[in-house]
């Protein structure tokens, strides 16, 4: 059969048409393609306005935007880098601690003062419910602490050193934590936030949608949470560890070393956040074994640092003199006891 002219000249003017529709299509997209190339290279994004902490009032109310130390260096504010908060007294102290407790040594003024001034640039201090009571230096103190908790009723309290610094988002990274033990329904007597351990995150962790996006730390069970720079008790860990210490007065071992014995024997419920977000800040305050702790390695945004550069009062900041310790008996020696000469 000879196949019909007809039919095959339409087949091929509709297959050419559509080859051209095609290249005619194609030519539009692409224009439209290179069009839009050209103008968005061309345009210029304008950049967020640097964002300038003011000098805070005696009075007012402290700034609730934390910076990384990244900002430092740079006039552009990464938002998603940076750590939102709300009002100190409803978000920052009320979230997870009744009371704050500062250990220090009487004389140790210098020390007091400059960690005065980081609770109140944190939001822990001025505007909040939850002051600050200052205890001297050792063991005996710390059980002063524990019984004033359970005295006073508080759920929780923060228990702080006085050498030590935070990372920036340590009060949202806290506050998240103890909503993940909430929210989980975990017991718990005691959270270290601030430890000399490089073993915390080898324990179990606890996941939660709650653990903040902004935030290195996690939630671990503790392992071996050695020091004790910063640490959240519950009233039940009050109980326990007064309870324990107060028939177990003659103890030959340092406090932290007890504790974490006190942890592997089961009799605390004991949880870390790994990294810290509290650190103790040797370079300002060397310590008298003159040790390098490992996980000081861990640290990136002081907020001490942040503070000192941020704010106008704190920029020429110096530790107020520590006072002198005088031995009350020494008063009582009559003055020419103090020549030599004479008493020989």
């Not at 390695?297 to 107020?320: I, K, M, Q």
Request: hydrophobic content about 35%; charged content about 20%.
């Amino acid at each position: 059969m000879v196949p019909m002219r007809g039919g095959s000249g339409s087949s091929a003017w509709w297959f050419g048409r559509a080859i051209r529709l095609y290249f005619a299509f194609s030519i539009s997209i692409s224009t439209l393609w290179l069009a839009k190339l050209f103008y968005t290279s061309n345009s210029v994004t304008p950049l967020p306005p640097p964002m300038v902490q003011q000098e805070a009032a005696a009075t007012g109310p402290i700034s609730n935007t934390i910076l990384r130390s990244s900002a430092h260096t740079s006039n552009v504010i990464d938002l998603e880098e940076s750590v939102q908060l709300g009002t100190p007294s409803t978000e920052y102290s009320q979230a997870f601690t009744d009371h704050i407790y500062c250990i220090s040594e009487e004389t140790r003024a210098g020390r007091r003062a400059r960690m005065a001034e980081l609770l109140r640039y944190l939001g822990l201090q001025q505007g909040s419910t939850a002051t600050t009571t200052v205890f001297s230096k050792g063991q005996a103190q710390h059980i002063d602490v524990w019984r004033d908790i359970i005295n006073n009723g508080y759920a929780r309290a923060l228990v702080l050193e006085d050498d030590i610094d935070f990372e920036i988002d340590a009060i949202a990274t806290v506050g998240n934590a103890i909503g993940v033990l909430e929210k989980t329904g975990a017991d718990w007597d005691i959270v270290y936030i601030g430890h000399c351990s490089m073993e915390e995150d080898t324990g179990s962790k606890i996941t939660s949608p709650l653990r903040s996006k902004h935030s290195r730390s996690k939630l671990y069970k503790s392992v071996h949470p050695f020091c004790t720079s910063g640490y959240l008790l519950s009233t039940s860990g009050a109980q326990k560890l007064y309870a324990y210490f107060s028939k177990n007065t003659s103890q030959k071992h340092a406090l932290d070393v007890q504790l974490v014995a006190l942890i592997k024997r089961k009799m605390l419920q004991s949880y870390s956040l790994h990294p810290p977000v509290v650190y103790q800040r040797r370079d300002l305050y060397p310590s008298d074994d003159g040790l390098e702790l490992k996980v000081a390695h861990l640290f990136r945004n002081s907020a001490w640092d942040e503070a000192l550069a941020f704010e106008p009062r704190l920029a020429n900041w110096t530790d107020p003199p520590d006072r002198q310790y005088e031995d009350p008996a020494y008063s009582q020696i009559p003055r020419w006891m103090e020549d030599r000469n004479q008493v020989n």
